[in-house]
């Protein structure tokens, strides 16, 4: 990969990290009783309000996991360059459509797709077998 291409993709990253911390954690409220609310029954309002909770909560879960991502990315592209947009799994690189559209990928398509730990015999297990 370029120097140019590299950061290309820092940019986009950097982009990414800053739209996904803009984006904030979901506030998740209390239940209070709001000033519009008044005429809902109780329980209703309770219902409601234990369903936004359990959304927020699971937005934020993925958020974490999606600055993670992005940081452990932005950290590669300063450490170890070379390795960025490779398949951390097969080493295959990883098409730039794909990178493009999701700068943080360390799998391939195919190794993604083989995330299921029954399957994740990759080359390394093949090459290993020949010692
Ligand atoms: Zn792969």
Known sequence: MTPRQ?????AALEKARTDAR????????????????VGVPDEDEQALSEMMQ?????RNKKQAELLAQITR????????PDDFGLCEDCEEAIPAKRLQALPYATLCTECQSKQDPRR???????TDYDR
């Open 6 to 10: 590299l950061a290309g993709f820092k």
């Open 73 to 80: 990315a932005l950290r590669k592209l300063d450490t170890a």
């Open 54 to 58: 359990t959304l927020a909560s699971t």
């Open 22 to 37: 803009a984006d904030g954690p979901a506030k998740i409220e209390p239940n209070r009783k709001d000033p519009i609310a």
């Open 120 to 126: 994740n015999q990759s080359r390394k297990g093949l």
